[in-house]
Nanobody, 120 residues
Framework: QVQLVESGGGLVQSGGSLRLSCAAS????????MAWYRQAPGKERELVAT???????NYADSVKGRFTISRDNAKNTVYLQMNSLKPEDTAVYYC??????????????WGQGTQVTVSS
């Protein structure tokens, strides 16, 4: 079983920065793609950014040029550097990871979420 632990959320003023981290723990698997999603109040969860094990990256249009996703494969950790934050970035941010087990099975896991609030 994969466990994802997120950290780094908080309250920041518009134009500020935050860095989110998400570490995957467990055994018997290799992490393939990792991603960040977010869900604002009253809205559906949306994809923010993804990164494959080979570091192929994609961003939502709304965060391009402001957010940077990266990962440390040795630590099974994914990061989201968020710059030039806007009030509309306020949401609960969720980490997501795809795990390929050595047994040949596959799983997709979510973190518990971390609140990011951007004040105007």
């Amino acid at each position: 079983q994969v466990q994802l632990v997120e950290s780094g959320g908080g309250l920041v003023q518009s134009g500020g920065s935050l860095r989110l981290s998400c570490a995957a723990s467990g055994s018997g698997f290799a992490i393939s793609a990792m991603a960040w999603y977010r869900q604002a109040p009253g809205k559906e969860r949306e994809l923010v950014a993804t990164i494959t094990s080979g570091s192929k990256i994609n961003y939502a249009d709304s965060v391009k040029g402001r957010f940077t996703i990266s990962r440390d494969n040795a630590k099974n950790t994914v990061y989201l550097q968020m710059n030039s934050l806007k009030p509309e970035d306020t949401a609960v941010y969720y980490c997501n990871a795809e795990a390929l087990y050595y047994s040949g099975t596959y799983g997709k896991y979510w973190g518990q979420g971390t609140q990011v609030t951007v004040s105007s």
